[in-house]
């Protein structure tokens, strides 16, 4: 009723971005539907269209890619698009759809100071009580794609640390750096890791090559000596 909506939202779709520094731009998408969060169905998008940080062209850019897939694959829309952000972001991802001549798309955006919404072609911004269930929900589902868009950049800034790290490792090329990574995720796991699962995972020479790479790092980290070969027993 606030929105001016034809009908409920029974499906939302909302999108943050997260940056480090104007570095590896995230867009993070998450779907309420029907009641229910549902996670199965969150959406995570890389900004490759430009370097640098401008969050209205990052959501410009995912509020694209999301919604030109799916007029491919289903031609089905969410009720409702909900943007973190406030006029600028608003008027991103109304071009976004504009060019998908999607329009008629519902869409809002929550800016976070005063919680206000903001809505297409409204000259003031929305402002509801702060106990009002419409605004609450709107509410968590921005706090919910913030959370999101963090955890998914954490994972991939802490992944990327992994594979420079991978690079000092003699023998281990592109294709084994790519293989570690999605296996292990951090250096501390990947160092954790025994002989026999690294020898199973990247052969019996490259994994022992490996293991004792990690061994060695390991101990130069702790100031102690690394372990010397062991010697063969005496006959």
């Known amino acids: 009723r606030h929105l001016g909506l034809a ?27 029907d009641g229910r969060i549902r996670k199965g169905e969150y959406r995570s998008f890389n900004i490759r269209s430009f370097v640098g940080q401008d969050d209205f062209r990052s959501i410009g850019e995912a509020v694209e890619r999301r919604y030109r897939r799916l007029r491919e694959e289903s031609g089905v829309f969410p009720d409702l698009v909900l943007i973190d952000g406030g006029r600028g972001q608003l008027g991103a991802a109304a071009a976004a759809l504009a060019g ?10 929550i800016a976070k100071r005063e919680e206000e919404l903001y809505l297409p072609g409204a000259p003031e911004p929305l402002r509801l ?11 968590m589902l921005r706090d919910e794609a913030h959370r999101f868009a963090i955890s998914k950049h954490r994972r ?3 992944t990327g640390s992994l594979r420079s790290r991978l690079e000092e490792i003699p ?65």
Request: proline fraction near 8%; aromatic fraction near 4%; charge should be positive.
């Open 7 to 33: 009908k409920p939202p029974r499906w939302i779709e909302g999108f943050d971005i997260s940056n480090l520094q104007g570095t590896a731009v995230i867009a993070s998408m998450v779907v309420w539907r």
């Open 100 to 109: 998908l001549q999607l329009e008629d798309l519902p869409l809002v955006s």
């Open 129 to 139: 009580p702060r106990r009002d269930e419409g605004l609450r929900l709107l509410q």
């Open 156 to 158: 991939q800034r802490t």
């Open 171 to 235: 023998g281990v090329g592109p294709v084994r750096r790519k293989l570690l990574a999605q296996r292990y995720g951090t250096w501390e796991r990947l160092s954790a890791a025994p002989l026999a699962e690294l020898e199973a995972v990247l052969g019996r020479a490259l994994g022992g090559a490996v293991h004792r790479h990690l061994t060695e790092v390991a101990a130069l980290a702790s100031g102690a000596p690394a372990a010397a070969p062991a010697l063969p027993a005496a006959d």
